[in-house]
Each structure stands twice: as structure tokens, then as C-alpha cells.
């Protein structure tokens, strides 16, 4: 082109180019929105990983029976009565 005119990008908006004015509130509360998902969707797999490479290190080390007083555990067929 030899008019020197700079080529508009069809990514840049048309008319006013101001980065403020280019989203509207609706569209930032949702660009926001979704950015906490990708953070908490992030959070969610890296969680899962860590169970998958060392599944027993999430798991409690003391049992449902141990809280139990005055049965010794296996003996339940006396105080369901």
C-alpha cells in the first residue's frame, strides 16, 4: 500500500479504542466469572493429581471403631439389641 495508511487489525475494535469503554460491565462481571472458575477448575486437578500419586496420605490414620467405648471392636451383635 502506498498510501501510508496503517491496516486495521481485525482483532482491534471498531471506533472508539479505549480498553475501558470496550467491555461493557455485564462483560468484564463475566470475563471475571469465568477466570474464578479456571482458578478454582485448576485447584480441582491439581487436588486429584496429589490423590492419584499418594492416595494414602489423604486418608485418616485412625478408624471409624476406634471411638468406641466399652465394645471391643467386632463385637456389634450385642449393641444393635
Known amino acids: 500500500?502506498?498510501?501510508?495508511?496503517p491496516i486495521p487489525s481485525p482483532l482491534?475494535?471498531?471506533g472508539n479504542t479505549s480498553s475501558d469503554s470496550s467491555m461493557s460491565?455485564?462483560?468484564k462481571t463475566t470475563f471475571v466469572f469465568v477466570i474464578l472458575?479456571?482458578?478454582?477448575?485448576?485447584?480441582?486437578i491439581v487436588r486429584?493429581?496429589?490423590i492419584l500419586?499418594?492416595?494414602y496420605r489423604s486418608m485418616p490414620?485412625?478408624?471409624?471403631a476406634d471411638g468406641l467405648e466399652g465394645l471391643e471392636k467386632g463385637q456389634f451383635d450385642h449393641a444393635l439389641a
Open 12 to 14: 482491534a475494535p471498531l
Open 53 to 55: 500419586l499418594d492416595p
Open 48 to 50: 486429584c493429581f496429589r
Open 61 to 64: 490414620t485412625s478408624t471409624w
Open 25 to 27: 460491565l455485564e462483560q
Open 1 to 5: 500500500m502506498d498510501g501510508g495508511q
Open 37 to 44: 472458575l479456571f482458578i478454582f477448575l485448576g485447584i480441582l
